[in-house]
T-cell receptor, first 112, second 114 residues
Framework: KQEVTQIPAALSVPEGENLVLNCSFT??????LQWFRQDPGKGLTSLLLIQSSQREQTSGRLNASLDKSSGRSTLYIAASQPGDSATYLC???????????FGTGTRLTIIP | DGGITQSPKYLFRKEGQNVTLSCEQN?????MYWYRQDPGQGLRLIYY???????QKGDIAEGYSVSREKKESFPLTVTSAQKNPTAFYLC?????????????FGPGTRLTVL
């Protein structure tokens, strides 16, 4: 059974710093991995999707990497801004399974 | 604008009542999903449907029911059999099998049992 872990549960950094969020998974036979952002009381917004054949994806100040052999993904945020404050969740889809398995998220606070 | 809508935003239920949460999408997506989110926990899948008139149980289906009579709509009923229904409910949709199967989420419904 796939399990997804995100550590730490919460993170606070000063504005302008670069930061890395971590996601680990137990079953490396993944189809893809997604990173989502969730603002308080809102739905999820997809940030980046990495297919199993890819190593990384970039969108603006965000870069997500995938290392299937070690069961890890990282989300790199460059030059953080207060507007980046939110909860970030990763989710994994395995081959032959239509379901996503979610981590519990990292709540990020950017301090002005 | 294309997207997913959920209604109501807030819902209050008395003990023993059934309530229905609405989810509508105009993205022409084939698959739709219902998730439950509790504080400090990841999203857990309740039910999903990959095609009209067909749906499958997720990981926590007990006490819930769904229907998929139209491609655009996937309502969730929380029955009185669900003993702890207070949670944030999220609906999502996608079209799987096309390489890029990003799930798109609605804004959510917060259900509170009085």
């Amino acid at each position: 059974k796939q399990e997804v872990t995100q550590i730490p549960a919460a993170l606070s950094v000063p504005e302008g710093e670069n930061l890395v969020l971590n996601c680990s998974f137990t079953d490396s036979a993944i189809y893809n991995l997604q990173w989502f952002r969730q603002d308080p009381g809102k739905g999820l917004t997809s940030l980046l999707l990495i297919q199993s054949s890819q190593r990384e994806q970039t969108s603006g100040r965000l870069n997500a990497s995938l290392d299937k052999s070690s069961g890890r993904s990282t989300l790199y945020i460059a030059a953080s801004q207060p507007g980046d404050s939110a909860t970030y969740l990763c989710a994994v889809k395995n081959f032959g399974n239509e379901k996503l398995t979610f981590g519990t998220g990292t709540r990020l606070t950017i301090i002005p | 604008d294309g997207g997913i809508t959920q209604s109501p935003k807030y819902l209050f239920r008395k003990e023993g009542q059934n309530v229905t949460l609405s989810c509508e999408q105009n993205l022409n997506h084939d698959a739709m999903y219902w998730y439950r989110q509790d504080p400090g926990q990841g999203l857990r899948l309740i039910y999903y449907s990959q095609i009209v008139n067909d749906f499958q149980k997720g990981d926590i289906a007990e006490g819930y029911s769904v229907s998929r009579e139209k491609k655009e709509s996937f309502p969730l009923t929380v029955t009185s059999a669900q003993k702890n229904p207070t949670a944030f409910y999220l609906c999502a949709s996608t079209t799987p099998g096309q390489g890029i199967d990003t799930q798109y989420f609605g804004p959510g419904t917060r259900l509170t049992v009085l």
